[in-house]
């Protein structure tokens, strides 16, 4: 083979990798800037939000409305919970923002209690309510109004005053939800986004209910 072809063979292999390189920092770069600003797809790991979501459904959560509509209660939002402790190192934080690889633990449940409001959990005879500043709510999303974890006095039952930028999140599945009630409540700045569909598996194809 002559030195010519030699050279051109060369030129062309650079060529396609350096066509390659770009595509893929292109399409890093997208999905990173996606992710962060339009939205992500998640998946329920346990019965925590049952039966607004089950085990096994494929949710796309949300984010474009992040920095300008303050959460609302009823809404549900996926987050971090307040003592995970995200790791800064490079390969980390491309985890978290490609969604490759990644390992931070994520909760889904439903904002119960905003700033300024005062929430405490009460038994009626069978039945757990919580009360928002002394008046009982309506939660038709909940699974039930009997099956809920008893409180305890090493719980969050309240009455709890909701300061700023926090929020009490609880499962509609009270009897079955790691939530506010054991670990206190949630800052602002943990929110990822809003889940708001339902695209997997085909059947339960929907929005998501909020209050």
């Not at 206190?184 to 909020?210: M, S």
Request: hydrophobic share 40%; proline share 6%.
């Amino acid at each position: 083979m002559s030195d010519e072809n030699e050279e051109l063979i060369d030129k062309n292999l650079k060529a396609i990798f350096k066509e390659f390189m770009e595509t893929v920092v292109f399409v890093l770069v997208a999905v990173i800037l996606i992710r962060f600003f339009i939205g992500e797809l998640r998946w329920i790991p346990s019965s925590s939000m049952y039966p607004t979501m089950i085990e096994g459904d494929r949710i796309f959560v949300e984010k474009v409305t992040k920095p300008f509509v303050e959460p609302k209660r009823g809404d549900v939002v996926v987050f971090y919970p307040p003592d995970e402790v995200l790791k800064t190192d490079f390969l980390s934080v491309m985890a978290r923002l490609t969604g490759v690889l990644c390992k931070d633990i994520a909760y889904i449940k439903r904002i119960i209690g905003t700033p300024g409001d005062t929430l405490e959990i009460k038994k009626e005879g069978d039945n757990y309510f919580v009360f928002i500043n002394g008046k009982k709510e309506e939660e038709p999303y909940i699974l039930s109004q009997t099956d809920w974890i008893p409180c305890r006095d090493d719980m969050y039952c309240g009455p709890i005053k909701i300061p700023e930028d926090k929020y009490f999140m609880m499962g509609d599945n009270r009897g079955n939800s790691q939530d506010s009630r054991f670990w206190g409540l949630l800052p602002k700045e943990n929110i990822i986004g809003h889940a708001v569909f339902k695209f997997w598996p085909i059947h339960r194809i929907g929005f998501i209910k909020y209050k």
